[in-house]
């Protein structure tokens, strides 16, 4: 038992997790959490998702709040795919929904019983602190962090995508996808129910939406902690179907860009940061509060095992590290792919739906088609017809298909040498942001390249660099309707194979 005083500043997830895990594994510990809003219920957000993967670990960690959070969750949606063509249905009644407050009053709860201290409306100063250990869980925006910066070796990258996080005040009946505007501005909304009467409905605005409905001007007359009600107006008449004329619920709700953070080290002296102040992953993948509360979990386990706080520190950052840059890679292939949403604009609802369930490299078409046989045959169409019966032959099936016309001397959708001659341009690529500046400026170049029709991506052989590639590709071959093939190393050929299904690029070449 220690007597260490721990202070962890900010009373989310992460926090409120890690208060009670150190507590119970050392009770005599002083842990207090410090969180500058007044009350639970006025935290920003609405709903969140939490997968099973989630639920299962943290009733490993902590069955007594997982089944606290259970009971306050709500259950048994379906995830509708809703298209201007149709509506296609992707999964069952696998995740859970929680509302933000009610998650933080269920973690607070259970940390206060077992002696934790709780100051809410009291915001941490680092600087009139003793306490032995420091927990940064102050958010994306971290305050301790900005002090720490250097040190902690901080950058960020911000998405291109506008988004509004709003709510409804009933259930939807499933949760869906769907894209809605007039001309050129062109939203999308996530909706799902987290409630009887309450649904998460997110907005988003890519930046053609964001010059064509003149939203910049709506945000510039906001006030600080106000809500964009020029915005919200708008958007209920565009999406007035969907809402069943009901209003958005909105909470100080003003466009934002999601910041992707990430540092060197977590942590520096007696300071470790974990949940969002350490690291964010894009909200379409729904498992920023997972990491939060994993994160806590880890760093509870960390301190019991080791005396010395640099080591358990130490100890900490190496068993999250690997787990939260999986989820970082996949997230930025799907925040990429919500991006480009528009590019996509006119396909098959299944077309859709199998790009998305492919879009951040973790699927196969096999998986796909096992789950969903039906749409996965529609969605193949545009290869042929009669694809096979057996899953596990559907990448050989796609891969053997005859080359787009556009590609003359592919006589399948996979070649063993790339593509050459005066008409390819061919292009090494290992940045892994495919909407950075540098891919916009390949575009143009590639749109303004009149003599070279063909365009050859090669570059590194990381599974991330390969995801990241295919992206550029679809990119591509739709804002620069270039037919485009990307050289794969084999070990990625199930990736590959998917985003020739999905029409991110038109064949591969597979290398050793
Ligand atoms: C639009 C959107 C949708 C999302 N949807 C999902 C989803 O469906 N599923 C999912 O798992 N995740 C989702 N997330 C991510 C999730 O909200 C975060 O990853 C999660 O809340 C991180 O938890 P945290 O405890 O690290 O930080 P936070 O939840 O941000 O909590 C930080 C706390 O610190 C407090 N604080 C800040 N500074 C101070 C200070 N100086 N002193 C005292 N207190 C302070 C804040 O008030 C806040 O309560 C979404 C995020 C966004 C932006």
Redo the contacts with the bound molecule.
Sequence with gaps: MSHRTIDI????????AAARLIKLTDPDAAVTV????SSNTS???F????TGA?MKNLTAADPHVAERVREASYAGHRLTLRGSEGDVELHGARNL?IG?ATL?AVLADAARDIGVRLQMG????MTESSADVIVA????????RGKLETELGFSVEHGRLH?M?CGVDFATDTAFFTSKGHGDAQFVAHAYPYAADRS?F?IEADEVTWEAAGLATNDAAVEKGGTDEKSIALLEEVFANDLQGRRLLTNRTRW?R?PTVSLERWHTGNVVL????AH??H?TI???????IE?GIALAEALAENRDVTAAFSAYEEARRPAVDRFKLLAARSQTWWETFRNRSGRLPEEIALSYMTRAGNLTIADYAREYPENARTALRHLGEAPVSEPERLDDWVLSRPGPDALAQAESREVHTPPAGPDVRTVTWANRNPTSAAADRLLEEVAADTDRCTTVITGPEDPADVGARLDLAERLRVDASRPVVVEVPVASRPMAAAAVAARRCDAIVTTA
């Design positions: 500043i900010g009373g989310g997830p992460a926090g409120l410090y969180e500058r809003a935290t920003f957000g709903g969140v998702g939490l989630t929904a933000r933080l009291t915001r941490y100063e869980a102050d958010g994306a925006n971290s305050e301790a988004f996080w998460t997110l934002a999601f974990i949940g969002d102040a964010t992953a909200y729904g498992s920023g509060t997972k990491l939060a994160d």
